[in-house]
């Protein structure tokens, strides 16, 4: 890296007017840059043998900026005032020959000027943890779950981390120097008997440090478990059904088939199926669903986005009616709105866009004992494995990990081989009842090729009336 690297630099008013005078040069509404370095770890072990074990580092740069309505991206991973120069000027033509392209000319709002350091909190560093001791800690899960049965087929067990520090400079003077860091573990059982084959998948990720030991010392253990059992379950009757989803099935509706349609670039795109619905009730009163920046230790854990703006609380549904999108600085400033902090991108390569962090429908009174005696024949839907949404209609499709039989409020049989298929207006509107108790998933969400790291979750909930697939 060069002597004159711009992150030996401090984070002064001196660097902050070279960029404002590169603005004035080119003659730019707006500009946000972000200066990021990174190191990660990925470990993946397969049957107890390793199969990848991998340290990184990457640095690098991004000038986005904004003139009447266009906007001009570029970035580098040579990290000096020269290269940031040719980067801005790159960026600002862009833009420039962009705007003539623009069907709507707009500015990006001003804000007041802040200037903030923040250090996310680890219990246990990740650069005091030998690789060894992670490489150790994934063996022993996957020897646990190899262990527990002679029918466990297959196992592929990750381990993730990543340290990111980033300073981000825009042109209305917000000066944001922050150091993030998350882990991840994931397990992938495969067990089989005679033809057949059945899969469980267990994961726990946090914002913090190596302390996702202490949250992730059984993951292996318990997906061989499931796993096993999955192979006793009975393929689910194909049918119209009252159903209970669990809150990881749950979270995931309410991230996947509604969120989505929440983010505002969507929205300004018409490829929402709630892009005219604010203040239009979407269900009972019950329903209260939020994306929030979320607290320390919350895999989407969020304090200030990729534009430097402090992450807030957004109301998506309140008391069954649609009240917020999500948004950018682009999409606020398109709306005459306030951003709300959901401005991400996973790397200096990308243009930060719209992006849940923290999603979830939020707890009612009921216990899950209740929720289940008024069902005589149902179903109770656990997690999911994949499916896809089309936001643009509310459309979706999950298949489920596993699922139970329901007769008279008790559980009778393990199920497998099902899906919850429906549209996103009707399971809002079908939802009968919500339970008193929380809990919350780890993912990395994907959108326009990027990933970004997010968390989601529910009470238990009950819907009527959902078209189950099956045999």
Known sequence: MASESILDLPVDDLFQKRLQKLQKKWNIDYFNTRFNVKSSTLIHINKGKMKENKSTNTYGFSVQTFVD?????????EISL?????????SAKLARWSSTKAE???????????????????????????????????????KAAIGYDSR???????????????????????????????????????????????????SKGITGGFEIVEHANSLGLDAAKESIENLSAKSVKAGQYNIIADPFLAGTFIHEAFGHACEADGVLSRE??????????????????IDEPGSNGDYGFLKYDSEGIEAKKVQLIENGILKEFMHSRETASKMGLEPTGN??????????????????????????????????????????????????????????????????????????????AGMMLDILNNISAIGNTKYSDDGTCGKSYQGAPVSSGSPYVRINDVVIGGQ
């Not at 500015?107 to 246990?124: E, G």
Request: overall charge negative; some cysteine; hydrophobic content about 35%.
């Open 152 to 202: 466990i087929s297959n196992s592929n067990s990750y381990y993730i981390d990543n340290v990111s520090h980033e300073i981000i400079h825009t042109s209305d003077d917000r000066v944001i120097d922050k150091t993030e860091s998350a882990s991840r573990v994931m397990i992938l059982i495969n067990s089989k008997e005679g033809t057949n084959l059945q899969e469980a998948r267990k």
């Open 343 to 420: 401005g991400r991108a996973e790397s200096f390569t990308s243009i930060p866009i719209v992006r849940m962090r923290n999603t979830y429908i939020e707890p009612s009174d009921w216990t899950l004992e209740e929720l289940m005696e008024d069902l005589k024949n149902g179903i109770l839907c656990v997690s999911w494995n994949y499916g896809y949404t089309e936001p643009s209609i509310g459309q979706f499709m999950f298949k489920m990990a596993r699922a139970w039989e329901i007769r008279n409020g008790e559980k009778v049989q393990l199920l497998r081989d099902a899906a919850l």
């Open 69 to 77: 309505g266009g906007y001009g991206f570029a970035s580098s991973n």
């Open 104 to 142: 709507e000319k707009f500015r990006i709002n001003p804000l007041d000027p802040i200037k903030v350091s923040y250090v996310q909190p680890q219990k246990k560093n990740l650069f005091d943890v030998s690789n060894e001791d992670k490489i150790q800690f994934l063996l022993n899960q996957d």
């Open 272 to 289: 929402s199926v709630l892009s005219d619905k604010i203040g239009v009730q979407m269900g009972k009163d019950i329903i209260n669903v």
């Open 82 to 90: 020269s290269e940031l120069d040719r980067i801005f000027e790159n």
